[in-house]
């Protein structure tokens, strides 16, 4: 019998022991002066020593406010400096934030603030063709637990930043020495398989921790600069990015309130950046642009590439066209804080383009039987699991969720399938759910199923993932109308538009009578897929090597 896939991540160096508020005073003693955020797009640069004293201001706010330690605070805007300000001042005084999507409409949005039952909502006025301020008054009586909502760059909002008098230095410190490691702080929803999302809870060690090694191993300290244009809503931006600079006094930049390629390489080239985060879509994008070649990234050292599988072509790029030398991986799910396995600068060539890795400090890992839950050998397929400190608390409110996904042994079933092979390093070769990952985003084909299901012409409808060259998948949807009601594609596309996100509407629709079906009457996903990358034409995106 050959060696089983399971292995447990560094320890040499020890899991920080304290919470956010704890751990950036510490920052800011050491690198007071040295610049903890520049947004490129608001032409903001502030120091770490301005950084705190506006975290702080923001904080007495909240707190005269009347705010308590574990009340939710919905922050529903893009990557704006503010929205690290109310990360940290929520952290401050021990009130979870929940991160809510930019892309959703009224339907999610009213989900999200009832299931967490968010006292507040922070939120910008608006962004591209979503009028906030509109759609949070259109969901108020839907949402008794609401008090009160608060948008950016009012004349309350400036009130609130400018600090509150009545509390002063020494309550907020008796708050903020009240909070512990382990005290949940944020909840990140994810797409549920039950038509709903899920709220991962996740406590000061679970994100500082995870963002800080996630870091440490691209051997980032407070010399570094770090571009930062995934949104900061994702454990991506916020975890990685933001607390992953504040716990070593690197400096986060902003390059706009979201993603485009040029803006990216601008602030890259004008801001000298030696590390640069995204999901796959947005490296192909930045090295399409048609002026990549006029721009100075010769400061980029490092990075991190995550949210999907990554071509290995693109990474290769990444390394030779963009001098990310040393440029990681990184592999995980929010419920995980989010990185389970990240590669390193030093590994060779073929494990930084081709896996995703090994275990993460003071993280275990091992691949299962799906069926028997048996630790399988290494070079196996089966289900990647994780245990240790990055593994959630659970989801919000939802105990039965939460014991599907955490077995009574502490391992985080991911539903991905992973092989480990004889050094540890993994590969992630497909799922067993069936998740479709478009650009990044996670997106569970029941919800949308659901979704369609209130259409009046709907009898029954399949969703799947299909090969896409610029998203890595695509949704398509496969429809069967009721007996004698009639919709065209077009019209079914245009249904979803406005009431849920721009991501989850299919881009291929097909009209059918049927759906092939297994013997014992169960839809047979994998023959719809094959099917559809056939009538597409999508046979070269689908040949696309992935790591």
């Known amino acids: 019998m050959g060696a089983l896939a399971h292995e447990h991540g560094p320890t040499d160096v020890d899991l920080l022991d304290e919470t956010i508020p704890a751990n950036l005073i510490h920052t800011i003693d050491r690198h007071e002066h040295r610049e ?26 909240l707190m005269h406010a009347g705010l308590e330690k574990g009340d939710r605070l919905g922050l529903w805007a893009p990557n704006y400096a503010e929205w690290t300000l109310v990360q940290y001042a929520t952290a401050e005084i021990g009130v979870i934030l929940v991160n809510i999507n930019p892309a959703y409409r009224t339907h999610e949005l009213a989900y999200a ?26 969901v108020s009586d839907e949402c008794p637990a609401l008090e009160h909502a608060v948008f950016f760059w009012t004349d309350e909002w400036n009130r609130l930043i400018d600090g509150d008098e009545l509390v002063g230095d020494e309550a907020l410190a008796e708050r903020r020495d009240s909070l512990r490691p382990d005290d949940p702080i944020n909840i990140q929803y994810t797409s549920g398989t039950t038509g709903f999302p899920k709220g991962a809870t996740l406590t000061h060690k679970n994100i500082l921790n995870n963002g800080y090694f996630t870091t440490e191993l691209q051997g980032i300290t407070h010399e570094d600069r770090i571009c930062i244009p995934v949104p900061f809503y994702h454990c991506f931006g916020m975890v990685m990015g933001n607390l992953g600079c504040t716990s070593h006094g690197a400096t986060m930049v902003i390059p706009g309130d979201a993603f485009e390629p040029k ?3 601008d602030a890259v080239q004008a801001e000298r950046c030696t590390s640069l985060y995204g999901v796959p879509t947005m490296f192909i994008a930045e090295l399409g642009h048609p002026d990549f070649e006029s721009y100075d990234l010769s400061s980029l050292r490092t990075g991190v590439m995550a949210g999907s599988p990554c071509p290995v072509e693109v990474m290769k790029q990444c390394v030779d066209r963009m001098n990310m030398h040393d440029v990681t991986i990184c592999y995980g799910m ?54 240790g400190y990055s593994v959630m608390t659970g989801y919000w409110n939802d105990p039965e969720k939460t014991g599907h996904a955490i077995d009574e042994d502490g ?63 695509e949704l398509m949807a496969w429809i069967k109308l009721r007996p004698g009601a009639e919709a065209t594609e077009d019209e079914l596309r245009d249904f979803c538009r406005g009431r849920i996100a721009h991501y989850k509407v ?33 046979g070269a995106a689908a040949s696309t090597e992935m790591a």
């Open 36 to 61: 903890a955020l520049v947004s490129v797009h608001q032409n903001i640069r502030w120091t770490y020593g301005e950084f705190g004293d506006r975290v702080r201001d923001l904080a007495k706010s």
């Open 113 to 138: 603030l009832n299931q967490s039952g968010c006292r507040w909502i922070i939120a910008a006025p608006d962004f591209k063709t979503s009028n906030y301020v509109d759609m949070v008054a259109a």
């Open 263 to 265: 803006a990216v390489l």
């Open 334 to 387: 929010t419920e995980t804080s989010p990185v389970s396995t990240q590669t390193l600068p030093d590994d060779t060539l073929h494990h930084r383009t081709a896996t995703v890795g090994r275990a993460h400090p003071h993280v275990e890992i091992r691949v299962a039987d799906a069926e028997t839950g048996e630790t399988v050998e290494r070079g196996t397929t089966g289900e990647f699991c994780t245990r």
């Open 411 to 473: 391992w985080m079933h991911t539903g991905d399938l992973a092989v480990m092979a004889d050094d540890g390093y993994c590969n992630i070769v497909g799922r067993i759910k069936d998740m479709v990952i478009r650009g990044g985003e996670n997106i569970y084909p029941r919800e949308i199923e659901e979704f369609f299901h209130s259409h009046d012409a709907v009898e029954d409808v399949q969703v799947i993932g299909v090969p896409d060259a610029k998203y890595g998948e």
């Open 506 to 538: 299919p881009r291929y629709v097909k009209l059918v009578e049927d759906f092939p079906m297994t013997v014992t009457g169960k839809v047979r996903k994998v023959e719809m897929r094959e099917i559809s990358i056939d009538e597409l034409g999508l």
